[in-house]
T-cell receptor
């Protein structure tokens, strides 16, 4: 069974530029999550989708971050404009049964200079 | 707001020693998971506990969910260098919000 796929693995951009990350969840998983992880810390939930609807985006900085999950499968997370403090690993995860845990991709390491 | 606090934050032990990591909250969780994350990789799910007082064993790892479903612990027996990594607890609260803990970085020295 294929895991959660994310791209790109690494991205370096200048502040005020825009960037987009892509995620393809495990086939059949209705729930999709985007997390931001600062080095050495636990991941912070940015947004949770159930199919193509948003379940929780309370911690998403909506002035600069946006996410969509068209057709309830793939998802993209965009940052525009990026700030230095956005430097982090962005993780995508999916789950079949919400309360049974999630499966993660390898993440995208973003560096904003 | 960090709902799940883990302790200790850092742990460095010799191979063969035992250790316990704690995950505590003031909120009730309907389920709680433990993950291990290695550098450059995403977290990998180890176990899910759903019932207060539940104990699960996975080889040398023992997981316990508190009776009140507000805390959990992970005990590793005879730690090995391959156990090195960042251990994360995570859970769904009664509002179906999913939070990760602060993390425990474990280093097992050969």
């Amino acid at each position: 069974e294929a895991g959660v796929a994310q791209s790109p693995r690494y991205k370096i951009i200048e502040k005020r530029q825009s960037v987009a990350f892509w995620c393809n969840p495990i086939s059949g998983h209705a729930t999709l999550y985007w997390y931001q992880q600062i080095l050495g810390q636990g991941p912070k939930l940015l947004i949770q989708f159930q199919n193509n609807g948003v379940v929780d985006d309370s911690q998403l900085p909506k002035d600069r971050f946006s996410a969509e999950r068209l057709k309830g499968v793939d998802s993209t997370l965009k940052i525009q404009p990026a700030k230095l403090e956005d430097s982090a690993v962005y993780l995508c995860a999916s789950s079949l049964v919400v309360h049974r845990g999630a499966f993660f991709g390898q993440g995208t390491r973003l560096t904003v200079v | 707001t960090q709902l799940l606090e883990q302790s200790p934050q850092f742990l460095s032990i010799q191979e063969g020693e035992n250790l316990t990591v704690y995950c505590n909250s003031s909120s009730v969780f309907s389920s709680l998971q433990w993950y291990r994350q290695e550098p450059g990789e995403g977290p990998v799910l180890l176990v899910t506990v759903v019932t207060g007082g539940e104990v699960k064993k996975l080889k040398r790892l023992t997981f316990q969910f508190g009776d009140a479903r507000k805390d959990s612990s992970l005990h590793i027996t005879a730690a090995q260098p391959g156990d090195t990594g960042l251990y994360l607890c995570a859970g769904f609260n009664t509002g179906n919000q999913f939070y990760f803990g602060t993390g425990t970085s474990l280093t097992v020295i050969p």
